[in-house]
């Protein structure tokens, strides 16, 4: 990235002499406030470019609906229910004549019935609902480090297009000046017509290049607004790179922090213990559900109470065996996929690191 500290002379002026060039350098006049303008743009530090992310953590609406889908899903792991609402019973019983009276047997029914939790279905769902919030919180996270990384990059792209339209500016300005020097010099005979035409063309070049870097620099100027979810107008302060950084060389300690702070090794680590509490889910379904109920009957003329019965219904998990282990498979095939993106993940992880 050296262009950026020494400025390449065009083909075309090289050919105009080393005597020419340096009596045009006796014309040149850099702007004086070009160096107040790069004194006064803000250096992409890590202070500032931790404010710009703290702008967009409170105005990206991607972030915001991440963050309602998080606590939607915290929600819903708080709104399991441990113990099943009971179910009341109330009828009556018709008799024929040959029957036996209903003052002797009653003729209201009336009871309750109350589910078991007695093989840790609830437990099961109640965890796998706790591990899928997790997850999706480790997304809202994951969603934030992939947009400030973005951000990240726009504001350098920005600072860089920057200061390509300073130095191309302050180029134009030193080839115009060699062109009005060209055609002085060609009104005292000392230069020629095709040297006139030479600087022309460069300085009509030159200012073509900047108007095209003035629009670069404007588009990146659009992808910053956009990450901060403002208008692709909106004014933007002169921003500047900072100093290189140090290289960074790799090593396996490096590759291990990394591996433990990457947001998409945290999804899938969150997503796989979704997957396993899913597992077991699945596995305690097959298991029966047991309820017990109470029944009363009375008469309704004296309103006296006849007689009581306790139920114990168990639902028989007979003909769909083969279902419930299909079940099982597919929520093992389900888990075994997340555990090879895991490893797919952190091998591409070790290649960008690298």
Known sequence: MNHFHSVCLPAGVRRLGL???????S??????????????AEVLTPAAVRQWVDLMASNHPALKQAGSLARAARLEAESIRRVADPKLLL?????TPQANMPSQDGNLIYGIE???PVFGKETAARTLANANASAEEARVDARFQELRRDLAIALFQTALAHREVELATADDAWLAELARTVEARL??????QVEVLRAQTEHS????????????????????????????NAALPPLDLPDLADDVPYSERLFRLSQNAEPRLRV???????AEAQVDVTRKSQRPDIALGVDGRQYSGDGQFREGTFLLSVNVPLWNRPKYRRDLERER????????QYLDTSLALREEIH
């Not at 005597?19 to 350098?25: R, V």
């Not at 009828?91 to 008799?95: A, N, P, S």
């Open 19 to 25: 005597p020419l060039l340096l009596a045009a350098a």
């Open 27 to 40: 014309w040149v006049h850099f702007p004086s406030d070009a160096a107040e303008t790069r004194t006064s």
């Open 91 to 95: 009828g009556g019983t018709l008799y």
């Open 114 to 116: 109350q589910p078991l």
């Open 187 to 192: 009104a005292t005979g000392r230069s020629t």
């Open 205 to 232: 070049r030159r200012r073509v290049e900047v108007e095209n870097l003035r629009n670069r620099e404007r588009e990146a100027q659009s992808g910053v607004n956009r990450l901060l979810a403002r208008e692709p």
């Open 268 to 274: 899938i680590r969150r997503e796989r213990q979704a």
């Open 333 to 340: 095939a389900r888990l075994q996929a997340v555990e090879e």
